[in-house]
C-alpha cells in the first residue's frame, strides 16, 4: 500500500523556467510534509518541509505547495538550474505518536537541460 | 556533509552470510532511523531508535535487527542474506522526532 505517491518518473525542463514536482498521498493523518533531493551515490539531502497547517513554504528558489482537500503537495523550483538536476523525493511524517518515522514517494528525477 | 557516517561504504557477500552495518549520528542527535532503498525503489523505513531504545518498528524482516549503543552509534545486522537484500541502506538521524532528519551516505550491500 503505497501511502505517497510520485507518479512522475521523470521530468525535464529548461534550465531558467519553472520545475514542478507533485506528490500525492491517502493518508489523512499525515502531519508534516518534507522534499529531499538525492545525488548519485549520496544520502539525501533534505531541501524544505511543511507542516499540515500551512498551505505554502518558501525558501529561495524552492517553494512547496500543500493541498489537504486534494492529499496533494507540489515543490517549485524557480529557477531551475543545471545543478537542481537530481532524484527528488516527497516524504510524509508517520501518524501522529513519538515517532518520526517518514515515509517516502518513489521520487521523481528532474532533469534541467542548459 | 550531513555529519551522519556510515560504514561501510561498500559490502559485498554471499547468501547465507551476516553482515553489521554501522551509522554514527550527528553529534548531539538521540534519534538513529535506518532505511532499506532496493533497486527502482524509493526508501522504505526499518526501524528507528532513540537513545538507546527501540521507537517504531517500519518494514523490517526478522533476519534483521537492530540496536543503539550508550555512545549513540548504530548497528544493522544482515543475517542469512539472500539476493532481495541487495540494496542501498541509509542512516539517518534527528535530535528527537524533529522534523528533518539527516541521511549518511548510505552502504551498497551486493549479495551474490
Known amino acids: 500500500d503505497q501511502q505517497v505517491k510520485q507518479n512522475s518518473p521523470s521530468l525535464s525542463v529548461q534550465e531558467g523556467r519553472i520545475s514542478i514536482l507533485n506528490c500525492d498521498y491517502t493518508?489523512?493523518?499525515?502531519?508534516?510534509f518534507l522534499w529531499y533531493k538525492k545525488y548519485p551515490a549520496e544520502g539525501p539531502t533534505f531541501l524544505i518541509s511543511i507542516s499540515s497547517i500551512k498551505d505554502k513554504n518558501e525558501d529561495g528558489r524552492f517553494t512547496v505547495f500543500l493541498n489537504k482537500s486534494a492529499k496533494h503537495l507540489s515543490l517549485h523550483i524557480v529557477p531551475s538550474q543545471p545543478g537542481d538536476s537530481a532524484v527528488y523525493f516527497c516524504a510524509a511524517r508517520g501518524l501522529r505518536g513519538n515517532t518520526g518515522k517518514l515515509i517516502f514517494g518513489q521520487g521523481t528525477t528532474l532533469q534541467v537541460k542548459p | 556533509d550531513s555529519g551522519v557516517t556510515q560504514t561501510p561504504k561498500h559490502l559485498i557477500t554471499a547468501t547465507g552470510q551476516r553482515v553489521t552495518l554501522r551509522c554514527s549520528p550527528r553529534?548531539?542527535?538521540?534519534?538513529v532511523y535506518w532505511y532499506q532503498q532496493s533497486l527502482d525503489q524509493g526508501l522504505q523505513f526499518l526501524i528507528q531508535y532513540y537513545n538507546g531504545e527501540e521507537r517504531a518498528k517500519g518494514n523490517i524482516l526478522e533476519r534483521f535487527s537492530a540496536q543503539q549503543f550508550p555512545d549513540l552509534h548504530s548497528e544493522l545486522n544482515l543475517s542469512s542474506l539472500e539476493l532481495g537484500d541487495s540494496a542501498l541502506y541509509f542512516c539517518?538521524?534527528?535530535?528527537?522526532?524533529?522534523?528533518?532528519?539527516?541521511f549518511g551516505p548510505g552502504t551498497r550491500l551486493t549479495v551474490l
Open positions: 493518508n489523512s493523518m499525515f502531519d508534516y
Open positions: 553529534s548531539g542527535d538521540l534519534s
Open positions: 539517518a538521524s534527528s535530535p528527537y522526532r524533529d522534523n528533518e532528519q539527516f
